[in-house]
């Protein structure tokens, strides 16, 4: 049987700085990575439209972490207030677009798979749900409707079409 000591954290303290980020807007992040800040409020902006829905979970926020010297990466999490949170490692060369769309495709997948929460939908309908995939098109972070392979808007401004 192989051992799990090599993937095992060193057993004394390293220093890993951690910001903590309002869901989609927050000044005060200056030295925290800025493809990483910016990709995290980019999709919180994007569940400003399905608060209803969202309100069971409470508060939430964002945690990066500059973990390179354990695990040679840096974690997001997504917190929240009532139901826990959810975590990934990211390369720490990743930049903002992919960062985003890996960012809004693992908050979608936990929010569905765990919380049942269908975000963002192609339609208001909850009979046929059908979720937007995020993908990167033409130089930008966006999300696609399944149906048609169209895009929807650019992740971040997704509520703002709505309002239209």
């Known amino acids: 049987m192989a051992s799990k000591e090599g993937r095992r954290p060193p057993p004394y303290p390293l220093e890993t700085p951690t910001w903590i980020l309002h869901l989609y807007n927050d000044e005060s992040a200056t030295t925290a990575p800025a493809q990483f800040v910016q990709a995290c409020h980019a999709v919180g902006r994007d569940t400003r439209c399905y608060q209803d829905e969202l309100e069971k979970l409470g508060q939430m926020a964002w945690t990066v972490i500059d973990e390179t010297k354990v695990y040679g990466q840096w974690t997001i999490n ?3 207030e009532h139901r826990g949170s959810h975590g990934f490692g990211i390369d720490p060369e990743t930049d903002r677009l992919t960062a985003t769309v890996k960012i809004a495709e693992t908050t979608q997948d936990w929010l569905s798979g765990y919380n049942h929460i269908f975000w963002p939908r192609s339609s208001p309908s909850l009979s046929a749900i059908r ?3 995020p993908t990167i098109r033409d130089e930008q972070a966006v999300w696609v409707n399944s149906d ?14 709505t309002e239209d």
């Open 148 to 161: 048609d392979d169209t895009v929807a808007g650019v992740i971040g401004t997704l509520c703002e079409q």
């Open 131 to 133: 979720l937007l995939k």
């Open 78 to 80: 997504l917190t929240t």
